[in-house]
């Protein structure tokens, strides 16, 4: 199929149009081109969506339009080096991320927070109620088996007095990402609302929030439920 072909057949799914669709998985057994996942759009009502195999170089810009979307699972995604702000989606609660191997760095665009944000907010600093609240409704984040995945962007100080982030999260697990040097200090201390937190298999990690010999336990230690293993 040649390409004009190929955005023919994905304007004629319309699945814009399908407004009784909750559910969708994408399975990717070969290569798929950018501007046809562009063109092909979304249902408008869609709860649930599974990416497997996706392997374009970043999402379809239509990802973070998804405002119904309450569970996101993406899996072997591995040309993508970074994700898109999914912050922005005001009903996810539940994220999956698993096997992102060009994943490096998780940068502040996942949040949906540009770069100017709180920049000249040093005089009146806001109350909770009038923050900007980022990944309003999640509950659930698991990153496993990204493999290069080094950083993970803290906030800047400048950012905790104007943005609110993940105030319902419940569960983090962070699984097999063994170069991952660090957690995001000032983001884990606005997620006063975590219970359990799993590190596992993912050394640096390990070395750094272990309790009883971890430089940084005290970080995470405000956790209720902490499980660290090899």
Known sequence: MDD??????????ELENKIHIRQLVLLFAGNVRLDVMDVLQR???LQRLRLFGYNCHRFPNWITSLNYLTVLDIRRCE???SLPALGKL???DKLTVHSMRNLKCIGNEFLGIGENVGASDHEIA????????KFPKLKEL??????EWEEWE?????MEDVVCIMPSLHTMEII?????KALPHRLLRLTSSLQFLTIRNSELLLERYMKGSGDDWDVIAHVRNVKTEL
């Open 154 to 158: 803290d906030i800047s100080e400048d």
């Open 90 to 92: 005001p009903m996810l």
């Open 4 to 13: 004009d072909n190929d955005l023919v057949e994905a304007r004629k799914a």
């Open 126 to 133: 806001p109350s909770s109620s009038s923050k900007e609240t």
């Open 79 to 81: 040309n993508c080096s």
């Open 43 to 45: 249902p408008p009502n």
């Open 142 to 147: 698991r990153f496993q088996q990204c493999s």
């Open 176 to 180: 097999m990402c063994p170069k991952l």
